[in-house]
């Protein structure tokens, strides 16, 4: 995480180093969602972190003329993270579509289920960790994309 901070913050330096010769009316968010992106790649390279899921990533992000954000927001990361819930057991599934999508307490799962909060809790560690497991590669550069994003709207709403 001290990485993922070290390339945001050194994203921001750069950022307020060039407001000068920028034209801030070009969107300073696309400018620090390829900042990040980039230096996060580098980072993984430089540091042995890079797999064939990254370079997956990579080249997804990089087919077409999509920018870095809206290519993350697009169909294609979607369309992983809906394969990774797919995989997951029906049972399984359903616990964590009504905890993430529906916003249910365990506590509302278990009533609507009629099964144990303990159950609850033991589907959605199952499920969680195999998002972990085959979303893995993704999250490093989102969390840096969303780190990112979140400094840069305090950053321009101060």
């Not at 407001?19 to 993984?44: F, H, Q, V």
């Amino acid at each position: 995480m001290d990485a993922a901070r070290g390339i945001v913050q050194d994203a921001f330096i750069m950022l307020w180093d060039k407001r000068e010769s920028m034209d801030m009316a070009r969107n300073p968010k696309s400018y620090l969602t390829t900042t990040i992106y980039t230096r996060s790649l580098n980072y993984l390279r430089d540091n042995k972190k890079f797999d064939k899921n990254i370079i997956e990533f990579e080249e997804l992000v990089d087919s077409g003329s999509q920018s870095a954000d809206s290519a993350l927001l697009g169909k294609e990361l979607k369309a992983k993270i809906d394969e990774a819930i797919n995989e997951l057991p029906e049972k399984c599934r359903e616990v964590f579509l009504l905890s993430r999508s529906e916003n249910m307490k365990y506590q509302q799962i278990a009533d609507t289920l009629q099964i144990s909060v303990k159950t609850v809790e033991a589907q959605m560690s199952k499920a969680l960790a195999h998002l972990r497991s085959r979303l893995g590669p993704y999250l490093p550069v989102l969390l840096l994309m969303q780190w990112g994003f979140q400094e840069l709207f305090r950053f321009f709403n101060n």
